[in-house]
C-alpha cells in the first residue's frame, strides 16, 4: 500500500509540474487559442484546409507527395507571377528595387528562432510525460476504478475499429480537436461582463484539474 500510494503521488506531481509548466509555455498557449477559436480567421482558415486535405487523400486518391509537389508549385507560380507584374509596374513608375518580394517580406525571415523551437520541444515532452504518467498508473493498477475504464475503453474502441474504418476514426478525432476546447471551456468569446483575462485563468484551472485528473 504505501508503494502504490507512492507511485500515485509520484504520477500526480509529474501532471501537476507539467500543467503549471504548460501554462507558462508560448506554444501551448498559442495551440489552445489557435484550436479554441480566438482568432476566428486563423481557425477557420486551419479548419478548411485540414477538411481540403482529408477530402482530397481520403476522396480524391491524392497522396501527400502529390499535394505537397503541388502546394510547392503553386507558391512559386503565384511568387513568381507577382514578381513579373512588380518588375512591371516599376518599369512604368521608373521605381527602382532589387527584389520586390524581398522588399514586401522584409519583416518575414521564415525562420523559426531558437526559442520557439525549445519551447515547441518543451510543450511535447511535458504532454508525452502527461500521458505516460497516466498510463504509468494504469500498468501499476494503482486505481481499480480507472483500471476497469481503461480495460472498458480499450474493448469499446476494439469495437469500433471493427465497425469503422480507420479514416473515418482519424477524421473525426481530428475533428474533435477544433471542438473539445470550446466544450470543455466554454465558448471563446467572454460574456459580458466578464474580462478577458478573467476567462483565461478559469481555462487554466479547468485545464489543470483535466490534465491531472
Not at 503565384?78 to 514586401?104: G, M, Y
Not at 476546447?181 to 484551472?205: I, N, T, Y
Request: aromatic content about 12%; overall charge positive.
Amino acid at each position: 500500500h504505501q508503494m502504490a500510494d507512492t507511485q500515485r503521488k509520484t504520477g500526480a506531481e509529474v501532471r501537476k509540474h507539467s500543467v503549471s509548466m504548460l501554462r507558462q509555455n508560448l506554444v501551448f498557449q498559442q495551440t489552445i487559442d489557435l484550436l479554441g477559436w480566438k482568432n476566428v480567421s486563423y481557425t477557420l482558415m486551419l479548419f478548411l484546409s485540414v477538411n481540403l486535405l482529408y477530402y482530397l487523400v481520403f476522396y480524391k486518391n491524392y497522396s501527400l507527395l502529390s499535394l505537397f509537389a503541388i502546394l510547392l508549385f503553386s507558391i512559386n507560380t503565384i511568387s513568381l507571377l507577382w514578381l513579373f507584374l512588380s518588375r512591371i509596374k516599376q518599369a512604368v513608375t521608373k521605381q527602382e528595387s532589387q527584389n520586390p518580394l524581398i522588399d514586401n517580406f522584409a519583416g518575414n525571415s521564415f525562420l523559426l528562432d531558437t526559442e520557439s523551437m525549445f519551447s515547441l520541444a518543451e510543450c511535447m515532452s511535458l504532454l508525452l510525460n502527461c500521458l505516460l504518467s497516466v498510463f504509468r498508473d494504469l500498468f501499476y493498477h494503482l486505481s481499480v476504478i480507472r483500471s476497469i475504464m481503461m480495460l472498458s475503453f480499450c474493448l469499446f474502441v476494439a469495437w469500433l475499429g471493427s465497425v469503422i474504418c480507420g479514416s473515418i476514426l482519424l477524421y473525426a478525432v481530428t475533428i474533435s480537436l477544433f471542438v473539445w476546447p470550446s466544450l470543455l471551456f466554454g465558448s471563446p468569446w467572454p460574456p459580458r461582463g466578464k474580462s478577458q483575462e478573467q476567462q483565461a485563468a478559469q481555462v487554466q484551472s479547468l485545464l489543470a484539474n483535466t490534465v491531472s485528473m
